[in-house]
T-cell receptor, first 113, second 115 residues
Framework: GIQVEQSPPDLILQEGANSTLRCNFSDSVNNLQWFHQNPWGQLINLFYIPSGTKQNGRLSATTVATERYSLLYISSSQTTDSGVYFCAVGTKAGGTSYGKLTFGQGTILTVHP | KAGVTQTPRYLIKTRGQQVTLSCSPISGHRSVSWYQQTPGQGLQFLFEYFSETQRNKGNFPGRFSGRQFSNSRSEMNVSTLELGDSALYLC??????????????FGPGTRLTVT
């Protein structure tokens, strides 16, 4: 099946710093989502971005589908940005792909005041 | 529009027992997927239901099963619980139909502890 690798595994920042999280995947995808998991375990949708670039406030994401990677940018980080960030991908629906997202292992982000 | 809801939020069970978890999708969403999250294995896909039919199943033993009702609500059941089944169980709903893929939205999860 498709493999998803996220880097770095851990990231420690001072408040106000910028950061880039990377997601590499091993095959063509029809779905790519970035999530932030809060301390209670809920996955918060950040971006649905199978290709192209999107921005939402201090966060932006870019997916280069032809080169099989996606980047999540966090600018002017805040302590509330701390948590685990997941990239998840889905392939074209059908057979063993219906409704299935394959997750990376996540990046643990810690932002210090 | 209300989000995905899951009940119960926390559950403690004993080895050998069975458990049923419930998920109500976003109104209008007909696809429900279930995931298991553990510290060792991360987030893993369990199965997906669409219009009361299981369309896809992950690599889990037959003790894990599910179903979907006509109102798109879904339940998953784990029989003969093992200590390793302790995990956060997440469900997600989407508009997915046919061969199209859509964004998935997750519920708050059910944290299951098996003692």
């Amino acid at each position: 099946g498709i493999q998803v690798e996220q880097s770095p595994p851990d990231l420690i920042l001072q408040e106000g710093a910028n950061s880039t999280l990377r997601c590499n995947f091993s095959d063509s995808v029809n779905n790519l989502q970035w999530f932030h998991q809060n301390p209670w375990g809920q996955l918060i949708n950040l971006f649905y971005i199978p290709s192209g670039t999107k921005q939402n406030g201090r966060l932006s994401a870019t997916t280069v589908a032809t080169e099989r990677y996606s980047l999540l940018y966090i600018s002017s980080s805040q302590t509330t940005d701390s948590g685990v960030y997941f990239c998840a991908v889905g392939t074209k629906a059908g057979g063993t792909s219906y409704g299935k997202l394959t997750f990376g292992q996540g990046t643990i982000l810690t932002v210090h005041p | 529009k209300a989000g995905v809801t899951q009940t119960p939020r926390y559950l403690i069970k004993t080895r050998g027992q069975q458990v049923t978890l419930s998920c109500s999708p976003i109104s209008g969403h007909r696809s429900v997927s279930w995931y298991q999250q553990t510290p060792g294995q991360g987030l893993q896909f369990l199965f997906e239901y669409f219009s009361e039919t299981q369309r896809n199943k992950g690599n889990f033993p037959g003790r894990f099963s599910g179903r979907q009702f006509s109102n798109s609500r879904s339940e998953m059941n784990v029989s003969t619980l093992e200590l390793g089944d302790s995990a956060l169980y997440l469900c997600a709903s989407s508009l997915a139909s046919g061969t199209d893929t859509y964004e998935q939205y997750f519920g708050p999860g059910t944290r299951l502890t098996v003692t």
